[in-house]
């Protein structure tokens, strides 16, 4: 006689499929064999009783910080976003409870700090249309963007690097057990998350930063600083860092102001003349805009790079 | 060493008879699943329980007790059973319990036609033939040649849910 139950199906109990979308909880499985035989030279078909087991419901979830890096944020700056996406798992409708946190371990403490649902499911927070939540109810295999939207406080490079942002999600469907030794008289199966699941999203601020500023002279025709038409006004552009760190693929880009045109052939880098064309230098002047590639700041304890772009206009 | 002692829970056998009264020999249908217990030795044991939460991923065993309770023997005894609906039929696990004299045979065209296992055929997405895989089973039948009065046999099957 063969052993009809080989020691081998245990495995499957230690390698569980979890699906995410499956069939919904209270689907009534049904099951009827057929028999025909013969008996006494008489043929007779029969059919068994019928079986019928109902789905019970999964309880599972998946939380995700999508954010492939920490976005990186400036002291003061408002209204920074982290992105999360939170997956209905189980296999029927579900409702979880929503919240975030502060972590200690923080280099910088974010101000105003909200939980945002992706209301019109973008994925992209907008504001005043999205809103705060605590809760969110998914069918199965349904996602929501969630955001973390908060301000950056006023900071200096001796307060930069991370700040953690905790967001936790909790099903609020009842009796959550362990299988397969869980309470029997329960209906809900919960899956790997136990039904809750917390994940961490950061705001990176760096330990260094780019510092531009501008600055104008003017001169006329009779050599005065009056700015009367046909005057030429001279903008320069000082680039320098704070900190240390290096900063790549700096592009400077400054639009001309209204009122004024440019001198042509007065763009300068660093005093050396760079062409107005579009070619291999470094400048060039386009769609009324100069444009200078910087490229790479690397600035150490001892090495404190400047960068100076210089260009001329004449009042019209 | 970890041992697994498989227990039936008789107790969840309804053994009742689509027609216990016109027929010699009765078909009852009942599902089971796999479960891990402690005993009082603190071993585990594998045992089979009624079905109670079945979830997607679950596996499923079905077993079809056929019976014959007449005093004359039965002959070419032919047990057909589909695979329930929302639900795909675990390779290698449809097997008889007393497996002398009995030959199990598949269907992927919902019971139109019956083969071996081996010999069930579908066209890939390249065109070719290939032995079909065992989702696409519809239908197990088997074909038991004799059941003596007063004799059991068992037949069944494994099948997950979607």
Known sequence: ?????????????????????????????????????????????????????????????????????????????????????????????????????????????????????????????????????????????????????????????????????????????????????????????????????????????????????????????????????????????????????????????????????????????????LSDGLDEDAGSFASNTISVKIGTMKQTASLKPQHHVRFNVRIQ | MKKFIYLVLLGSLTLVSADAKSSAVRLTSSSFQEKVVVNSQGEEQLMLAPVSKIIPGDIVIYKNDIVNKGRKTASNLVIKNAIPKHMEYVEDSSLCLDEQGCRMLFSIDGGATFKNRDQLFSTNEQGEQEVADAKAITTIKWIIHRLKAGGHNQVQFKARLK
């Open chain 1, 1 to 273: 006689m063969k052993n009809i139950y080989p020691i081998m199906a245990w495995m499957f109990l230690f390698f569980h499929p979890l699906y995410g979308v499956g069939v919904p909880a209270g689907t009534i499985m049904k099951n009827i064999a057929i028999l025909s035989y013969t008996s006494d030279e008489i043929n007779y078909t029969r059919q068994s009783n019928e079986v019928t087991d109902v789905v019970a419901q999964f309880v599972d979830l998946k939380l995700e910080w999508l954010d492939s890096v920490a976005p990186i944020v400036e002291s003061g700056e408002n209204a920074k976003v982290l992105t999360f996406r939170l997956t209905n798992l189980g296999n029927d409708q579900d409702s979880f409870a929503l919240s975030m946190a502060h972590k200690a371990d923080s280099t910088f403490t974010v101000e105003n700090s909200k939980l945002i649902s992706d209301s019109n499911g973008n994925g992209v927070y907008d504001a005043g249309i999205d809103g705060e939540t605590t809760g969110v109810t998914l069918h199965p295999d349904e996602s929501i963007i969630l955001f973390i939207v908060a301000d950056i406080p006023e900071l200096d490079i001796s307060t930069s690097g991370y700040a953690n942002e905790l967001i936790t999600v909790e099903s609020l469907t009842d009796t959550l057990v362990d299988r397969p030794l869980g309470d029997e008289n329960s209906t809900v199966v919960a899956g790997i998350t136990g039904g809750e699941s917390s994940v961490i999203g950061s705001y990176h601020s760096l330990a260094y930063k780019l510092n531009m500023s501008k600055s104008a002279t003017v001169k006329n025709q009779i050599g005065t600083a009056i700015p009367t038409r046909g005057a030429i006004i001279t903008y320069t552009i000082l680039l320098d860092m704070e900190g240390i760190g290096e900063i790549h693929n700096i592009v400077l880009n400054d639009t001309i102001p209204e009122g004024t045109r440019y001198e042509v052939g007065s763009l300068l880098l660093d005093g050396n003349p």
